[in-house]
């Protein structure tokens, strides 16, 4: 329906039985199964994409391009690029994004804000097929 190109692999796991408390930087693709205590950046010089599965749950920041959300997130998020908000996303705080794709069941518990530094905003509605 929405045509992309994918430029980002995953380069890192962080499994389901996986617990991390503190500050956690990347590179490249990253996805999370686990939970975060503490903030995820992505290094801001390089394209990165970062995937929250259902079973994630991040307590902090989220930062980076490409952000899949379709797990719990107890912070802001800032996406450069483009942010997908999955049916069971649930995000407790401020949101700042370039483009935004949100499905039917996703909750935001916060202010959606385009960033002002990229020229338009856009925001993709996408069909339930439920």
Known sequence: MFSRKVKNTIDSLIGSAT???GDLHFKGGLRIDGH???NVIADTESSSMLIISEQAIIDGEVRAAHVVVNGVINGPVISTELLELQPKARISGDVHYKTLE?????LVSG???HDAEQ???VLKLAASNA
């Open 19 to 21: 617990k991390i408390e």
């Open 36 to 38: 975060i205590c503490g």
């Open 102 to 106: 949100m499905l039917s069941g996703a």
């Open 111 to 113: 202010k959606l804000t």
């Open 119 to 121: 020229e338009h905003a």
